[in-house]
């Protein structure tokens, strides 16, 4: 039985402005019962995420957000190479976004990634790619080598270009973990604590495919779909008519998803998982 007694699962955005449809929250309490969405029809801002989750958030909750938690380390010994500034750990490299872009609205990170060094290993909109970013999809983290063996295809927090691009979403994500210090602790770059609630990182589509949905196919855009998806998950269903936006699907699926595996200690221990790497890139709950 898991420790938790509430499942929470962000689908988060890196768009620019304000607020955002990208943005879903969804909530599950130990049991069959049906996920539940947070604020319904409501458009979030990335502010009042943040908010909620340091005043609003259910006790003893486990907190999956979809966004990358750090950038790559490993694969060169640091997260900017050359870069005599570059961060030691992900809390530094966290600080150093938010100090940067300290009076961006709504928690943007271009402030970040337009300054001369850390531009120099990001590719950009407007052709703009870094001498430091390598060719082809871009450096990846070993959680996200992982998910690859999984059958999903992460893509590079370094990469700001395209619909599928996770960097400003994984860099606007790092700004809200940064704020949480002293509120909630991050696995794995935080211990997993033996009570209270926990922040990690999630990758929806580990959740669809748990599902029954192949990795292709992870999006679910209507209702009787993702009653299937939950009913795989021993969930009770959303009883949703007609056409569901897939932020909100993905997030419902995933709340579920964690209430089912939250128990399981090889998720807390996955084999590639190191202490280096835990202070350093984090992990994505579930792969492995």
């Known amino acids: 039985m898991s420790r938790f007694a509430h499942f929470v699962a962000i689908d988060w955005s890196g768009a620019a402005g304000e607020r955002h449809k990208g943005i879903a929250l969804a909530q599950c309490s130990a049991g069959p019962g049906a996920p539940t969405l947070v604020r ?53 490299l966290w600080a150093m976004v938010d100090a940067a872009c300290t009076d961006e609205p709504h928690l943007g990170v271009n402030r970040f990634v337009d300054a001369s060094e850390p531009a120099r290993h990001f590719r950009r909109h407007g052709g703009r790619c870094g001498d ?29 270009v395209g619909a599928a691009q996770v960097g400003k979403s994984s860099l606007s994500g790092m700004r809200v973990l940064h704020r949480l210090a002293g509120h909630l602790p991050v696995w794995p770059i935080d211990p997993l604590p033996a009570s209270g609630s926990v922040v990690c990182e999630i990758y929806t589509t580990i959740a669809a495919m748990a599902a029954g949905r192949p990795p292709s196919r992870s999006k679910i855009r209507d209702g009787a779909a993702l009653d299937t998806a939950l009913a795989a998950l021993a969930s009770a269903p959303f009883h949703h008519a007609g056409p569901i936006d897939d932020h909100q699907s993905d997030a419902l699926i995933t709340a579920a998803w964690l209430r089912t595996v939250a128990a399981e200690p090889r998720l807390w221990h996955p084999p590639g998982l190191t202490p280096e790497i835990a202070k350093t890139e984090g992990w994505t709950f579930g792969a492995s």
């Open 40 to 92: 319904p029809g409501h458009r979030w801002s990335r502010a009042e995420v943040l908010h909620w989750l340091r005043h609003d958030l259910p006790r003893d909750s486990l907190v999956g957000m979809d966004l990358g938690q750090s950038l790559p380390f490993v694969d060169c010994g640091a997260f900017f190479p050359g870069w005599a500034e570059s961060p030691p750990d992900a809390r530094a």
């Open 132 to 160: 430091r970013f390598p060719p082809g999809r871009g450096r990846l983290r070993v959680t996200e080598r992982a998910q690859e063996a999984m059958g999903c295809k992460p893509y590079s927090n370094f990469n700001l």
